[in-house]
């Protein structure tokens, strides 16, 4: 199926196009999809709400912004209904009693919803191997992976499944298979966008966001899902600006910092060339490129390790067999229960990560490992700080690489744990990350990652409008 924007998805509704023919042809194309994108399909709740807004839309009701638009969504957001499995066997038959803040809001504008999207194990990932019902492939290549944790919110949108979708990002979630999978990836400021519903991974890590075709599509997403929610006590108050204004104004006189420890070893030059090609087109619109420096940034990866697998195993000892998890079958007691839930039910690489977190909050280890690890992310937080005072935006590549093989770092968690080295330090800080496809290269597809201040979003998408003016896009 062919990609679709929402300008485009609009245009056939506004030509006489039926919500339930759109929803129809999204969910056949999931269905028939060898990429493994989604875990589940709602082929019967979809097209009744497809259905229903038809009737909604001849009878002149006002509808909303996404009326009739499909949409998927990452598979640990809650659903009111649908199964929400986090990619887990020990949530494989749990269904949520509600919605995630963003799902209702997604809703209330129109959104149909078709499904939700392969995941990582508990968002635990950046390849989208770890998820218990099956690999996600690379849509560009299908013997790559797309990425993770939120390969299959990506693929979904890169296929032209859907036009938009939702994803989560802890250390690089949402911008990492953005960037392998050729599409727009947004994680937004931490408390932009209420984690109400959100199933948790690292609490002061993670953030909900969009993948779409566009950055203007991407601009619209924000517009409806960003905002205060009062079930979600570290969401902001602040207003919410009309993230579509100005997205057209250009970059001319803005300021783009250039951190030199992000575009050093380890970036394959052919990444480079081709980031290093949009960030002179940039220049090339009026931006004035500012070489700033963030030498904490070699930190970063030991200290968001220690803060997110110690949350992990904060967070994760709910799913214990008793309340709403599955449970190992016949228990012989209560703490046989417990131990072979939680080893026969987690995949591998979420035991790690629980068994490195609980070691690094236990007595006579905690500051040694997470006190400390605390202080690197303030100092972390306080480098960007500085950096703003001498840029506006700052410009980095999103992976080192591209997309790699299937297999061929899921044995290697180390190596897999440093495919994050550029992302990682902007969920310790808590700021808003845009990736933007630019040139591929070698025929596999690259992101720009723009980063900005807190709250900064604005900047970000007029900033990515302006990557986006290239003659491949």
């Known amino acids: 199926m062919p990609a679709l924007t929402l300008a485009e998805t609009k245009r056939r509704l506004d030509g006489g196009e039926s919500c339930e023919s759109l929803a129809e042809k999204a969910i056949g194309c999931a269905e028939h999809s060898k990429l493994g994108a989604f875990v589940s399909i709602d082929r019967e709740g979809a097209l009744e709400r497809a259905r229903a807004i038809d009737l909604r839309l001849r009878a002149g009701e006002r509808v909303g912004a996404l009326a009739g638009v499909p949409v998927a969504i990452k598979d640990n957001l809650c659903t009111k209904g649908l199964r929400t499995t986090c990619g887990s066997r020990i949530l494989e038959s749990f269904t949520p009693p509600y919605s995630a803040t963003v799902v209702d809001r997604l809703e209330a504008e129109g959104a149909v919803i078709i499904g939700k999207t392969a995941m990582d194990e508990f968002a635990m990932g950046s390849t989208s191997e770890s998820n218990a019902f099956g690999v996600v492939r690379n849509p560009v290549d299908p013997e790559r992976v797309p990425g993770g944790s939120s390969g299959g919110s990506a693929v979904c949108v890169a296929e032209g499944i859907v036009p938009v979708s939702l994803g989560s990002d802890t250390g690089g979630s949402i911008r990492q298979p953005a960037s392998f999978c050729g599409v727009v990836g947004f994680k937004p400021t931490y408390g932009r966008v209420s984690r109400y519903g959100l199933v948790a991974y690292a609490s002061s890590l993670d953030q909900i966001g969009p993948f779409s075709q566009t950055v203007e ?54 990444v480079r060339t081709s980031l290093d090609e949009s960030v002179r087109h940039l220049a090339d619109q009026g931006a004035i490129l500012v070489p700033v420096k963030l030498p904490s940034t070699r930190f970063a990866i030991s200290a968001y390790y220690i803060i997110a697998m110690a949350e992990a195993s904060s967070n994760l000892s709910r799913y214990d067999g008793v309340r709403y998890s599955s449970r190992a079958k016949d228990p012989k007691s209560l703490l046989d229960m417990y131990s072979r839930t939680r080893s026969e039910l987690f995949g591998e690489e979420v035991k790690r990560r629980i068994l490195i977190g609980t070691f690094v909050l236990s007595a006579g280890y905690y500051d040694a490992y997470y006190a400390k690890a605390q202080r690197v992310r303030e100092v972390i937080r306080r480098e960007f700080e500085q950096a703003f005072a001498h840029c506006d935006v700052l410009a980095t590549p999103t992976a080192p690489t591209t997309a790699w093989k299937l297999g061929e770092k899921i044995d290697d968690p180390l190596a897999m744990y440093l495919s994050d080295i550029d992302t990682i330090a902007v969920n310790l800080a808590g700021l808003p990350g845009l990736v933007v496809p630019v040139e591929p290269a070698g025929g596999l597809p690259v992101g720009l990652q723009l980063i900005g201040p807190a709250f900064s979003e604005a900047l970000l998408l007029k900033t990515g409008c302006a990557v986006e003016r290239r003659g491949h896009l």
Do not use: C, F
Request: avoid cysteine; aromatic fraction near 6%.
């Open 217 to 270: 599509d991407t601009a619209l997403m924000m517009n409806i899902i960003s905002g205060h929610d009062g079930r979600d006590n570290t969401s902001s108050t602040r207003d919410v600006p009309d993230y579509l204004q100005n997205l057209g104004d250009g970059v001319k006189g803005l300021r783009i910092g250039i951190p030199e420890e992000y575009w050093g070893e380890g970036l394959e030059p052919a």
